[in-house]
């Protein structure tokens, strides 16, 4: 059992998956699964998956029969994490390769539910399926940067909670 689940919805996005999960594949965090969920694509994103699936252990797959969108997508990822904490990273984002070990330093350091990290555009600032995830200022907050569920490390018992 991995201390760090990253849950990867994806929908036809095979223009980009290499270099997603590339990044993911490269991360210095080693105690790290990848949860790879295919919304029933029809391109060839799930043979791209199956690809890095059978040369790296630490990626999972589900794979829908129908498109059932996003939100549906991280929750069946969510459904199989068994880490302390969870983490997404969309299909066309890819991240510096510390990224998760820069969030488990702080979430670790800090006993935070969360621990957050910067959303960068890329050259392609008008492009939303060309972002950077990059982590530049260990001192970022939730309160800071962009705001998505993909720049932040949440430990497991904070999803799925009501907050009143």
């Known amino acids: 059992m991995a201390k760090v689940n990253v849950i990867v919805p994806n929908y036809n996005n095979e223009k980009y998956l290499e270099r997603c999960l590339t ?3 490269n991360q ?5 699964e990848f949860i790879l969920v295919d919304d029933a694509s029809t391109n060839k994103s799930l043979d ?3 690809i890095y699936h059978n040369k790296d252990s630490r990626f999972k797959i589900i794979s829908s029969s129908k498109n059932e969108g996003v939100s549906i997508a991280r929750n069946k990822g969510i459904e199989i994490a068994t880490g302390k904490y969870i983490g997404f990273v969309d299909s066309d984002d890819y ?3 510390d990224y998760y070990a820069i969030l488990m330093e702080k979430i670790k350091d800090t006993s935070l539910l969360v621990s957050s ?10 492009a939303s399926s060309k972002k950077v995830v990059d982590f530049k200022d260990k001192k970022s907050s939730l309160t800071t940067g962009d705001v998505s569920v ?15």
């Open 23 to 25: 990044s993911l594949q």
């Open 117 to 126: 990290g910067r959303l960068y555009p890329s050259l392609f600032p008008y």
């Open 48 to 50: 791209i998956m199956e």
């Open 95 to 97: 991240i510096c390769q």
């Open 150 to 164: 993909c720049n932040h490390l949440f430990q497991r018992g904070l999803i799925g909670m009501t907050v009143f």
């Open 28 to 32: 210095t965090e080693k105690d790290i």
